[in-house]
């Protein structure tokens, strides 16, 4: 395990480069003395990068939350050795080694883990490997690489969780850094799936204008800029190719310009760490592009989060329209592992919606290097003009539930609100 590198002496903080045996027997000494308790952690970068600029695919999700929850907390040597094998292990690098700095007072100090990178090394992950007893298994492999400032990632997978249908095959993705300037980065992804449709869906889809396909590919380049520190925006375009179920239907296009805007900003107080995040993300199909479907779809969500040591407090809001005729893979869903858990989509509709409303509330307590979580979540999908339109556009559901996390394990046991009865549902797996 690569050792924090540093070297505290009273009323100055240092970073320099340390032998391993030297820096060891250095740690011992910190620990035994909990000098370096007395400092509070400022901010944390990797590779001099601080985690909030980080794009998504640069860091898994749980251990993002993990990174920036060091914010506000006391300096502990013992957790930055863990965190940094943590990072090796899961990014696949040659070696991580901590390094502290002079914060903006004597008493705040920042951390930045340094990284050395594998020539030519393939990583493999999982990136997300759920079980849900309501939808079953979902898993993705993937095998990444990097050369230079480019990385290659190609992985397989099949999910039950995240559309109105299973999709099983291949993705292939290419991201570059190297663009002259850190503040723009070019991004391709490539996928390939297979369907596999809900007899609910099969059943529903009969009177409704949309179109079951067996089939769907993708290639979708996109440019995301840097506009000011917590400002990215992506635009890019997506050229999406189903093929229908029926043998003599042929083929439909489902090509859209895309846009994805992303703010987050952290406000730092003396006991309480305040994060908010807000995301807008636009979808514009036209047959200017080609595409048969035509349609605009809108999707926005904003989350805060509040920390207070051992105690976390978050609220996420997602709301979603959809005008003109979307495809089946565009349209809303909410049961799932992420939204209204423990209900049943293909209940809800098993057609998706045009519209869509959802907030989760989350308090977590910090044990060990787990956190044991409580949520509430209340939603509504619907598709207005329905029949009938009450059954559509006027319930609001609920669910209840708890659960446990840690590192990239998730556990949880949810509960969808019901008159008269109780069926909950359990979901544990990995999941970035």
């Known amino acids: 395990m690569p050792s924090l590198a540093c070297f505290i002496v009273p009323g100055l903080l240092l970073s320099t480069a340390l032998s391993l045996a030297a820096g060891q027997e250095f740690l011992r000494e910190v620990a035994d003395t ?63 080694t901590g390094h502290l700095s002079k914060g903006s007072s004597p008493d705040r100090i920042r951390v930045n883990f340094e990284v050395v990178r594998r020539d030519l090394a393939v990583d493999v992950s999982l990136p997300k490997f759920l079980y849900s007893s309501q939808n079953g298994f979902t898993g993705e492999l993937d095998a990444s690489t990097r050369i230079k400032q480019n990385d290659f990632t190609l992985g397989m997978l099949s999910n039950g969780d995240d559309l109105t249908e299973r999709f099983t095959g291949i993705t292939a993705r290419f991201d570059s850094a190297g663009l002259g300037t850190d503040r723009l980065h070019l991004g391709v992804t490539f996928e390939d799936y297979r369907e596999q449709w809900n007899p609910a869906t099969i059943g529903a889809v009969p009177g409704s204008s949309l179109d079951l396909y067996r089939s769907r590919w993708n290639v979708a380049p996109e440019l995301t800029f840097t506009v ?34 992303h703010y987050g900003r952290r406000i730092e107080g003396t006991t309480v760490l305040q994060r908010i995040e807000g995301r807008y993300s636009l979808r514009v199909a036209t047959r200017a592009l080609g595409s048969t479907y035509a349609y605009a779809r809108h999707l926005i969500s904003v989350r805060y989060e509040a920390m207070a040591g051992k105690h976390t407090l978050s609220d996420e809001f997602t709301g979603g329209t959809i005008s003109g005729d979307a495809p089946l893979f565009d349209r809303f869903i909410l049961g799932n592992s992420s939204t209204l858990q423990g209900w049943d989509r293909y209940e809800i509709d098993p057609l998706g919606g045009s519209r869509v409303i959802h907030n989760q509330v989350t308090y977590g307590y910090r044990v060990g290097n787990g956190t044991v979580e409580a949520f509430y979540d209340a939603g509504a999908v619907w598709q207005p003009g329905a029949q009938p339109a009450a059954e559509r556009a006027g319930t609001l559901r609920h669910a209840l539930g708890a659960g446990y996390k840690q590192g990239v394990f998730v556990m949880a046991m949810a509960f969808p609100v019901r008159d008269g009865r109780i069926e909950p549902v359990f979901m544990a797996g990995m999941n970035y």
Request: proline letters at 4%; a negative charge.
């Open 34 to 96: 909990n000098v370096n308790r007395q400092y509070v952690i400022e901010s944390v970068s990797v590779a001099g990068v601080e985690v909030d600029r980080l794009a998504p695919s640069k860091l898994p999700k749980t251990l993002r939350q993990r990174l920036r929850s060091l914010v506000g907390e006391h300096c502990d040597v013992a957790m930055l050795e863990d965190l940094s094998a943590q990072i090796r292990r899961e990014l696949n690098f040659l070696t991580v």
């Open 228 to 261: 000011a520190r917590p400002l990215t925006v992506a635009v890019g375009a997506s050229f999406e190719d189903l093929d229908l179920e029926s043998p003599n239907a042929g083929s439909r296009a489902a090509n859209a310009a895309t846009l994805d805007v």
